[in-house]
């Protein structure tokens, strides 16, 4: 599975952009995809995940963006996007994709996912 993550850009608090994650290869709807974020100087950390179409599509994401990052796929089209709210500061970092087929105790974990895309790079200013 090959991953290409667009979207990025520079916004100001509180506003929004849209990633995308599009897969070419393999059986999408079979993958879990994930996106995971990492700041200059802070490791990559989890953001949100959607899983395989098997596993029921479900969603879970990290604490700092509930409410404000929404996670769906479009499997018709092998996308995933990432629409984000309400941006802040703290959001500023490259944004990674990634494809996997984690187990469920794994799905906020880097390890769990096989395939990663380019990243894109978010910037919020104040």
């Known amino acids: 599975v090959q991953l290409q993550a667009s ?9 929004s952009l849209r990633l995308s994650c599009a897969a070419s290869a393999g059986t999408f709807s079979n993958y879990g995809i994930g996106w995971f ?11 949100a ?5 098997s ?3 479900r969603i879970y994401y990290a604490d700092s963006v509930k409410g404000r ?3 769906s796929r479009d499997n018709a089209k092998s996308t995933v ?5 309400s941006l802040q500061p703290e959001d500023t970092a490259v944004y990674y994709c990634a494809a996997g087929s984690p187990i469920l105790s794994a799905v ?5 996912y096989n ?3 380019q990243g894109t790079q978010v910037t919020v200013s104040s």
């Open 108 to 112: 906020r974990e880097t390890r769990a």
């Open 69 to 71: 990052f929404t996670i």
């Open 49 to 53: 995940t959607i899983r395989s179409r």
């Open 37 to 47: 974020r990492q700041a200059p100087g802070k490791e990559r950390g989890f953001v």
């Open 115 to 117: 395939y990663w895309g």
């Open 7 to 15: 979207g990025g850009g520079a916004v100001q608090v509180g506003g």
């Open 55 to 57: 596993s029921g599509s």
């Open 81 to 85: 996007f990432l629409q984000m709210n």
